[in-house]
């Protein structure tokens, strides 16, 4: 039989942001972040060679963080990150496992789709620990303009022997940006070649 996850808590976040350098924009950026506190089933052992067990069933986490996350946005997403935090008697490679392609797959699925390697970030931390969510196009990394991100934090997690597993959407770039590089349009009309 397949490892199933225990899960202990959900946790969600969101923003919308109106007024950037003083300049206000009739359109918001809305960004949302959606984690899960589960029981890390490695904890306090020895090293392990083998965890598929964290992995193989993460599509059903990667289909659900993503259906949240879309619903809190509340319009379609345009970017997408991901990431996680291992309690203390944990390791950062088994939140790694977590959100492996098996995941990502799952979760761009449930955004609606995205053609770009999904950024992340993991880390060892104990509870209250903030984690940055990195943020990108969902169908081309190098756009430039969709570089950002979202602070997500769960105050009481994750306990050493738990993993806490997010994934972060938002609406679009960030407000003002002027770097130039790539547009999400020429972006669109490459992969359309």
């Known amino acids: 039989m397949t490892y199933q996850y225990e899960i202990r808590s959900w946790h969600s976040t969101y923003e919308e942001i109106y007024v950037v350098e003083g300049v206000r924009h009739e359109e918001p950026l809305a960004k949302a972040a959606v984690g899960v506190i589960i029981a890390n089933p490695f904890a306090g052992q020895p090293y392990q060679d083998d965890l598929s067990d964290l992995t193989e069933p993460s599509a059903a986490l990667g289909h659900e963080l993503g259906r949240r996350a879309v619903a809190l946005l509340g ?53 209250g620990t903030s984690i940055d969510i990195p943020l990108a196009f969902k169908d081309e990394v190098y756009v430039r303009a969709y570089y950002d991100g979202i602070t997500f934090t769960v105050p009481t997690g994750p306990l050493p022997d738990e993993l ?18 790539m547009t999400k349009e020429e972006a669109l009309a490459r992969l359309a070649r």
């Open 75 to 127: 319009r379609p997403a345009e970017s997408y990150g991901k990431g996680g935090i291992a309690g203390l008697a944990g390791a950062q490679e088994h939140v790694v496992a977590c959100i492996t392609t098996v995941f990502g797959n799952a979760f761009r699925e449930s955004v609606g789709g995205g053609r770009a390697w999904i950024s992340s970030m993991t880390k060892v931390a104990p509870p």
């Open 164 to 181: 806490l597993i997010c994934v972060a959407v938002a609406s679009g770039p960030r407000l003002n940006q002027r770097v130039g590089g």
